[in-house]
């Protein structure tokens, strides 16, 4: 057990769709990194957030969207879901960007878009 | 820009037999390279990673990398397989924190081990 939580399990929704991914850090983690895990597309970054400020963005669409918030917990926005977002999405947490280079991965959330 | 190139994307060996896993990256600036593993339906969980210091890296369930500036390598090894070890490996780089923190992952390399 890495100490990273992530709700709910599995979402399963239509497309079109709005869903809200949920993530917990590690106690004392500032850093939260989400991943998308495709077939297609193998694990690719999406966006960082850092001590409540957004720190680097990676492949993230448009219709995506994430923040943290003042007790470090973060949430991904997938917006009018499409069939290629079905996917397995990863939170990571860091204590530091900056100190520790560790990143330590929640069990994920499979998304499945109908 | 980085990049990682894992040789590969399935590895059978026998239980006792080497693992070797390879990976290559690209990186224009000296990397922090770690190696991830995931078992089915679980998350990543961090075997091993290089920062500085020595090259020869110790990880978990006794597996170790060796980080080779000049092949700009970091193959995983382990000398002995257990039926265990059967599960994706993915080798990842990154830059050096702040907004270069951010992991590039490798495709994987699915590991099998044959009783």
């Known amino acids: 057990d890495s100490g990273v939580t992530q709700t709910p399990k599995h979402l399963i929704t239509a497309t079109g769709q709005r869903v809200t991914l949920r993530c917990s850090p590690r106690s004392g983690d500032l850093s939260v990194y989400w991943y998308q895990q495709s077939l297609d597309q193998g694990l690719q970054f999406l966006i960082q957030y850092y001590n409540g400020e957004e720190r680097a963005k990676g492949n993230i669409l448009e219709r995506f969207s994430a923040q943290q918030f003042p007790d470090l917990h973060s949430e991904l926005n997938l917006s009018s879901l499409e069939l290629g977002d079905s996917a397995l999405y990863f939170c990571?947490?860091?204590?530091?960007?900056?100190?520790?280079?560790?990143?330590?991965f929640g069990p994920g959330t499979r998304l499945t878009v109908t | 820009a980085q990049s990682v190139t894992q040789l590969g994307s399935h590895v059978s060996v026998s239980e006792g037999a080497l693992v070797l896993l390879r990976c290559n990256y690209s990186s224009s600036v000296p990397p922090y390279l770690f190696w991830y593993v995931q078992y089915p339906n679980q998350g990543l969980q961090l075997l091993l990673k290089y920062t500085t210091g020595a090259t020869l890296v110790k990880g978990i369930n006794g597996f170790e990398a060796e980080f080779k500036k000049s092949e700009t390598s970091f193959h995983l090894t382990k000398p002995s397989a257990h039926m265990s070890d059967a599960a994706e490996y993915f080798c990842?780089?990154?830059?050096?924190?702040?907004?270069?923190?951010?992991?590039?992952f490798g495709k994987g390399t699915k590991l099998s081990v044959k009783p």
């Open positions: 990842a780089v990154s830059g050096r924190g702040g907004s270069q923190g951010n992991l590039i």
């Open positions: 990571a947490s860091s204590v530091d960007d900056r100190v520790s280079y560790e990143q330590y």
